[in-house]
């Protein structure tokens, strides 16, 4: 449901974007609702919201029976005008937001286009052959099958929130009928669904979005000559989509500080006021956080005198709540965007390390013995990032690694002996810092990641069962 609505947001930016920005003009048809539920994969009735919202904005006109008309009219200059005006406020960022797409999504686009069954690689091809198929409309179908293929929601809202920033941008001085590099790219990703090549159809597919890149690019770069600089707009990414989930990410943070050494077992929390002042909280969602903390066995309340740091089993039985599971299952499918990303990101990353950083990395690894796989990941992983240029990307992951955390006080209490198999990950990230061989330190991070993986799945088992 969550994503439902995330999509029926996307199918309203998308075509509003669109019809603004002139791709589709006064007198042109939207495809069918059941085109549409095709390209985005949502129900009938999500398209139907959507439109709603659009004819409601005076932008189309939708008659039972008939195909939804595009109604807005707008000159060239108007539509010229809107294009620069959206896409120069999202200067700084756009650039950024390619990147982090090519670290994050770029990954799962290749697993994804492995897993294209004959049926969906046909459905590809069709696209490909209608006659008023796009690079927007096809890059979007492709982008939405090979998501499909890999069946994770947390990456999928990572998408629908990058889309819904850039909007498969469509560039009006763009000609798909004479543009030699998309005819030609054109042509290879119907050939490679002709064959069922999957290696081809991602090849073909990553020349149109850098094809796409390159236009925007241009297009943003000449409008800055001419045309004053808005305000800036940056991306963020939206992981809870019904509501914000303070309390979630305060006991992250919290969670964070224990493994950083800010807290140590035994000690006093601040008051619930000097808490909400530190965090820019009220102090009722600090007694939540503290609630939700004290559930998870990392606090004990002692009436009259605060919160004390104190380990114990988590109350599993309070822990049931809908929005605790979801959290676990997005803690699930961060692990398995960090796999689909990690011997990309860990083997040209790693290679910036000075003498200097390496040796405080060894010291992390030396240190993490007495710690379990969590806990390991995420300092090593913030220790990796923090040497990366790109804000947005420190923060996307950075939300991965906050769903991690939250599964910090489930996995320390089932596993207070460490795995055979942890150490040796361990080890193994040690000797490949030690021979500068980032493909073992890639394959111990993995390894270390399976296994981390493997125990918060049993986790979302004990919590339904439990």
Excluded at 81 to 102: D, F, H, M, N, P
Excluded at 126 to 155: E, H, P, W, Y
Excluded at 321 to 339: G, T, V
């Amino acid at each position: 449901m969550i994503l439902e609505r995330g999509k029926y947001n996307l199918i309203y930016e998308y075509y509003k974007c669109h019809i603004l920005f002139g791709h589709l003009r006064k007198g042109d048809f939207l495809p069918t609702i059941e085109q549409i539920g095709s390209t985005f994969q949502v129900a009938p009735q999500t398209v139907r919201n959507a439109l709603k919202k659009l004819q409601q904005d005076h932008l189309i006109d939708v008659s039972p029976g008939r195909h939804t008309l595009v109604v807005h009219e707008t000159t060239p200059e108007e539509t010229l005008q809107v294009t620069q005006q959206y896409y120069l406020a999202r200067k700084e960022a756009i650039g950024t937001v390619y990147q982090v797409s090519a670290l994050l999504l770029t990954p799962v686009f290749r697993v994804g286009a492995q897993k294209l069954t004959v049926h969906e690689l046909q459905e590809i091809l069709r696209i490909c052959r209608q006659k008023d198929a796009g690079i927007v409309s096809i890059s979007m179908f492709c982008c939405n099958r090979m998501l499909d293929t890999v069946q994770n929601q947390l990456i999928k809202s990572l998408f629908t929130d990058m889309v819904s920033f850039f909007q498969f941008p469509y560039i009006s001085s763009f000609d798909e009928g004479t543009n030699q590099e998309y005819q030609e790219y054109h042509r290879d990703l119907i050939a490679s669904c002709e064959a069922f090549d999957r290696d081809g159809v991602f090849q073909a597919f990553m020349r149109l979005q850098a094809l796409t890149q390159k236009f925007l690019q241009g297009f943003i770069d000449d409008s800055s000559q001419t045309v004053a600089i808005p305000n800036q707009i940056s991306f963020h990414w939206q992981t809870y989509r019904e509501r914000p989930q303070h309390c979630h990410t305060l006991a992250a943070k919290i969670i964070y500080d224990l493994i950083k050494g800010r807290y140590t077992e035994g000690e006093m929390l601040p008051s619930y006021e000097n808490l909400a002042l530190e965090l820019s909280v009220s102090v009722n969602t600090v007694r939540r956080t503290i609630g939700l903390l004290r559930d998870m066995g990392l606090i004990h309340s002692i009436n009259g005198v605060g919160n004390q740091i104190q380990f114990s089993a988590p109350n599993w039985e309070k822990l049931r709540r809908p929005s605790i599971q979801r959290n676990i299952l997005m803690a699930k499918e961060s692990i398995e965007l960090l796999l689909y990303t990690a011997e990309e990101i860990v083997c040209k990353e790693l290679r910036k390390l000075s003498e200097k950083q390496t040796h405080e990395l060894k010291n992390i690894l030396a240190d993490s013995e007495g710690l379990c796989g969590v806990e390991t990941i995420v300092l090593v992983t913030e220790y990796i990032l923090i040497l990366h240029p790109f804000t947005s990307f420190f923060e996307t992951y950075g939300k991965l690694l906050e769903f991690l955390l939250f599964t910090y006080p489930f996995l320390s209490d089932q596993y207070q002996i460490k795995s055979s198999r942890q150490s040796v990950s361990i080890e193994k990230l040690a000797r490949a810092l030690d021979e500068k061989n980032t493909v073992l330190f890639a394959q111990g991070y993995i390894e270390l990641l399976c296994d981390v993986g493997e125990k918060i799945k049993h986790t979302a088992y004990l919590l339904q069962n439990k």
